[in-house]
C-alpha cells in the first residue's frame, strides 16, 4: 500500500494560515487523497479528499502537487478548535479492499492564542 | 445533522468477561466500521460490515471479535472473553453508498472507552 508521511507536529498561531504538508511520493494512479483529522477525546473528522485537482470546502483546502507525489492541506485562518491530530490517508478506488481507513501517526497541530 | 451515536461512553470490566459495544450508525448508510485505538497510538481498523456480512477484517479481529446487526438500527461489537489488552478507545463509523462504493466519507462516533480491569 502507499504510504504517507507527515510531520510529527506543528504549530501556529490563532487566525493565521496553516499548511500541513504530505508526501505521497509511491502514489498511484487510482490512489485518491483523504485528510481527516481527530479533536482531543473525540473520533476522527473527514476533514477533505482529492485525486489530482486542488479542493476546496468550508472547512479547508488542498492542494495537490502536480506530480502527485505531495499534497497540503490548508486552514484559511486557524482557530483554538483546530488544535487536532491531522491524518493524511490515501485511498485505492481500484482495490476491494480500499473501504476501511489506514490512519498513520498524523501531525499534532497545536494553535496559540 | 445526522449523526453516529455510541453506547456506553465508558464501559468497565474485568478481564474475561464479555462486553457488548453498541454503535447506531446514521440511518441511510449501509457500511458499518469498528475501529479501536489504544491510549497513545494510532487509531486501527478492525472490521467492515456490509449487506448483514463481514466484508473486511484486520489481524485484530480474531475469534474473540463478532458483530452484529441485529435490527434495522444498531450495529454491535462483541468481545467475547476479554483481555487486559482489548483496554481502547473503540470506533464506530458508517458511511454510504453514494457513487463511491463505500469510498466516500467515514463519519464517526464519539467512542466507547473499554477499560479491562
Known amino acids: 500500500d502507499a504510504k504517507t508521511t507527515q510531520p510529527n507536529s506543528m504549530e501556529s498561531n490563532e487566525e493565521e494560515p496553516v499548511h500541513l504538508p504530505c508526501n505521497h511520493s509511491t502514489i498511484s494512479g487510482t490512489d485518491y487523497i483523504h485528510w481527516y483529522r481527530q479533536l482531543p477525546s473525540q473520533g476522527p473528522e473527514y476533514v477533505i479528499h482529492g485525486l489530482t485537482s486542488n479542493v476546496n470546502n468550508r472547512m479547508a483546502s488542498l492542494a495537490i502537487a502536480e506530480d502527485r507525489k505531495s499534497s497540503t492541506l490548508i486552514l484559511h485562518r486557524a482557530t483554538l478548535r483546530d488544535a487536532a491530530v491531522y491524518y493524511c490517508?490515501?485511498?485505492?478506488?481500484?482495490?476491494?479492499?480500499?473501504?476501511?481507513?489506514?490512519f498513520g501517526s498524523g501531525t499534532q497541530l497545536t494553535v496559540l492564542p | 445533522e445526522p449523526e453516529v451515536t455510541q453506547t456506553p461512553s465508558h464501559q468497565v470490566t474485568q478481564m474475561g468477561q464479555e462486553v457488548i459495544l453498541r454503535c447506531v450508525p446514521i440511518?441511510?448508510?449501509?457500511?458499518f466500521y469498528w475501529y479501536r485505538q489504544i491510549l497513545g497510538q494510532k487509531v486501527e481498523f478492525l472490521v467492515s460490515f456490509y449487506n448483514n456480512e463481514i466484508s473486511e477484517k484486520s489481524e485484530i479481529f480474531d475469534d474473540q471479535f463478532s458483530v452484529e446487526r441485529p435490527d434495522g438500527s444498531n450495529f454491535t461489537l462483541k468481545i467475547r472473553s476479554t483481555k487486559l489488552e482489548d483496554s481502547a478507545m473503540y470506533f464506530c463509523a458508517s458511511n454510504s453508498p453514494g457513487g463511491g462504493g463505500g469510498l466516500d466519507e467515514q463519519f464517526f462516533g464519539p467512542g466507547t472507552r473499554l477499560t479491562v480491569l
Open positions: 440511518s441511510n448508510h449501509l457500511y
Open positions: 490517508i490515501l485511498r485505492d478506488r481500484s482495490s476491494g479492499s480500499a473501504r476501511q481507513l489506514t
